[in-house]
């Protein structure tokens, strides 16, 4: 599996063990879950099949302005399941008429009639269906009656927390707190996009920077401030810091920008795709009283980034 399959382009199987869900972040729970998948798929020789959703359910019930900020992209999760034995993921797009059928039609009509079960893995506390009415009763009772057997995941915790979707965004959205996120994630949280031509105000204080332009606008940024990351660039990795923010010091800006300072490197490399993995936060965001207050700043924390990255400095 190189890439997610609609459900128009996905042909009937049978033989499935599957599970359903919008696994945004594919974290320990969610991965708790695909472990069984594939280890009863393994040993029935059936597909291991994730279905899943397009956009977020929540941006089609309960629409903002926004829209849900997601841990992972559809290209993402695919990737990731693929890395955790997944066979295929099917994709079903997810619109105003589907929202409203009910939790009996979808397993019949769906999962039944048009992707195939053999063997059904769900978590303990998954609803689905209109109103999420649906539940381990429902799939229960259809079992019976359309010939598939129903297997229970149980909770996943870290530190006594029970790990969500939900909790994670949380913790990058508001706290920055990318080390826990990592812990929940399973690995560390991060963002890939395309490097762009900003005002280049960072190479005339001797901190020229690359900005990323995100390949998702929904893909969540950790909260403001600056962070120690890994960059694959070009084939090769390099270490590095990140700052994210409006650029207070100066003009300041009227949206986000996400730039990163490599250490080691000055190439041209506009056009590049950059792939950046967090690895901790350094600080907050900060209006610095001037240039040279700011430049003493970033000295400091590119030599923190360098502790961390060396190994000789922990959280």
């Given at each position: 599996m190189s890439k997610p399959v609609f459900i128009q382009d996905y042909q009937?199987?049978?033989?499935?063990?599957?599970?359903?869900?919008t696994f945004d972040g594919v974290h320990l729970g969610h991965q708790a879950l695909i472990h069984n998948v594939v280890d009863?798929?393994?040993k029935k020789s059936g597909p291991a099949v994730v279905v899943t959703f397009d956009p977020h359910p929540r941006?089609?019930?309960?629409?903002?302005s926004d829209g849900i900020r997601l841990l992972t992209t559809l290209t993402e999760r695919a990737s990731i399941m693929r890395d955790y034995g997944i066979d295929q993921m099917v994709v079903i797009p997810f619109t105003r008429d589907f929202s409203i059928l009910s939790s009996e039609e979808f397993i019949r009509e769906f999962i039944f009639k048009r992707i195939?079960?053999?063997?059904?893995?769900?978590?303990?506390?998954?609803?689905?269906?209109?109103?999420?009415?649906?539940?381990?009763?429902?799939?229960?009772?259809?079992?019976?009656?359309?010939?598939?057997?129903?297997?229970?995941?149980?909770?996943?915790?870290?530190?006594?927390v029970t790990v969500s979707s939900t909790f994670i965004r949380k913790l990058l959205e508001v706290d920055g707190n990318v080390?826990?996120?990592?812990?929940?994630?399973?690995?560390?949280?991060?963002?890939?996009?395309?490097?762009?031509?900003?005002?280049?105000?960072?190479?005339?204080i001797g901190f020229?920077?690359?900005?990323?332009?995100?390949?998702?606008g929904n893909k969540i940024l950790p909260a403001n401030g600056v962070y120690h990351v890994e960059v694959t660039l070009e084939g090769q990795t390099f270490h590095g810091m990140m700052n994210i923010g409006f650029r207070p010091t100066f003009k300041g800006?009227?949206?986000?920008?996400?730039?990163?300072?490599?250490?080691?490197?000055?190439?041209?490399?506009y056009g590049s795709r950059m792939r950046v993995r967090f690895n901790r936060r350094i600080r907050g965001e900060?209006?610095?009283?001037?240039?040279?207050?700011?430049v003493e700043q970033l000295v400091r924390d590119r030599e923190t980034c360098r502790r961390f990255g060396n190994g000789t400095e922990k959280v």
């Open positions: 009937k199987n049978p033989a499935n063990v599957l599970t359903v869900g009863r798929a393994r941006d089609v019930i309960n629409p903002s195939g079960v053999d063997e059904f893995v769900i978590g303990y506390d998954h609803h689905f269906g209109r109103d999420r009415m649906g539940s381990i009763n429902t799939l229960q009772k259809l079992s019976n009656e359309l010939g598939f057997s129903v297997h229970v995941e149980k909770s996943h915790e870290v530190d006594h080390s826990s996120a990592a812990g929940m994630l399973g690995r560390r949280y991060e963002v890939s996009g395309t490097i762009v031509k900003g005002d280049q105000r960072g190479r005339t020229p920077t690359a900005n990323l332009e995100p390949e998702s800006e009227s949206k986000v920008v996400p730039e990163v300072h490599l250490f080691d490197f000055n190439r041209m490399v900060k209006k610095f009283s001037s240039a040279e207050a700011l």
